[in-house]
């Protein structure tokens, strides 16, 4: 039997957003609560002593409250955020102590993200913003255009490569943010409420979409949403984040069958006892 290892280990994670970090990691040491935290120094507890694990290939969800971390936790993966404490080692990649020049290779090459609010480039074609992350690791034109075209047909879009973002529905804008995505090859997708400004019926079009992607492509990707019923479909496993701590991590039946305390049962209260879980 050969040990795999996991492609992401995130170890002891800690963001503390204020000046007297140290003090407030002192403090979550001896069990302070992020409230306490805020009262005695001031600091904001983002992220509080995450260990997760993910494996090559699996669909992460976190889920949790607005305020409870989960932007935080994704963006200390790819250091948009520098964590306060705490190692991601990602692949062979100890993130965490990467110097800066690595760390720009490192987010070319091995991450890619995806937005809420698309964050498209209004005054480039469709194709050219599937292109931009190609462009900026100095790949020749026709070679960006030839990977472009390639995953706009993935995502359905080819007939819309030369016209203008403004002139796409959100969906298809998500689309474009997908293939730009998909288009420098990184085998990790953070996903950040990337659906959460759809519409439902274009939301869960594109929850098939990405699953449909996953199955062949078999990415490994971290999604984040605060819809329950979004995290049971996509999940391969949820993490579910209160107050900066990861509370509970399991399979979809295990969150709902199982939840570790009311704070999770509280996500789960609706979801029906018919649900078809997916696989
Ligand atoms: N730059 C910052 N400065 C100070 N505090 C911050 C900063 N960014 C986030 N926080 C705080 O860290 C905590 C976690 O925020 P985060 O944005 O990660 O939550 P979230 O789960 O992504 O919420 P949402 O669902 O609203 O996007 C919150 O208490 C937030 O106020
Ligand atoms: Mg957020």
């Keep these: 039997m050969t040990l795999v290892r996991p492609l992401i280990e995130i170890r002891q994670l800690t963001k503390i957003f204020g000046n007297r970090s140290q003090q407030a990691l002192q403090l979550l040491n001896e069990g302070a609560s992020k409230e306490q935290v805020r009262q005695q120094t001031g600091c904001i507890v983002g992220v509080n002593t995450v260990d997760l694990e993910i494996n090559q290939g699996e669909l992460f ?37 990467l110097s800066k020049p690595e760390l720009l290779r490192f987010r070319q090459k091995k991450v890619a993200m995806v937005f809420q609010k698309f964050a498209l480039f209004p005054n480039r074609t469709v194709l050219e913003n599937v292109a931009f992350g190609l462009e900026i690791q100095n790949i020749e034109k026709m070679e960006r255009q ?119 049962a509280s996500f789960v209260r609706n979801v029906g006892a018919s649900y078809a879980w997916k696989g």
């Design 61 to 97: 969800v976190i889920m949790g409250l607005s305020g409870s971390g989960k932007s935080t936790l994704l963006r200390c993966l790819n250091r948009l955020i520098e964590p306060t404490y705490g190692s991601v080692q990602i692949g062979h990649y100890e993130v965490t102590n």
């Design 146 to 264: 030839r990977i472009a075209r390639e995953k706009l047909s993935l995502v359905g879009l080819d007939r819309w490569a030369d016209d203008y973002p403004q002139n796409l529905s959100g969906g298809m804008q998500q689309r474009v943010g997908l293939a730009r995505a998909l288009a420098t090859n990184a085998d990790i997708l953070l996903m950040d409420e990337a659906f959460s400004a759809l519409d439902p019926l274009t939301r869960a079009d594109m929850q098939k979409e990405l699953l449909n992607l996953q199955s062949t492509l078999h990415k490994t990707i971290i999604f984040i949403t605060h819809d329950v019923n979004e995290a049971l479909r996509l999940g391969d496993r949820i993490g579910v984040m209160r107050d900066g701590e990861l509370v509970q991590i399991g399979t979809p039946e295990a969150i709902v069958n199982s939840p570790v305390d009311d704070y999770v």
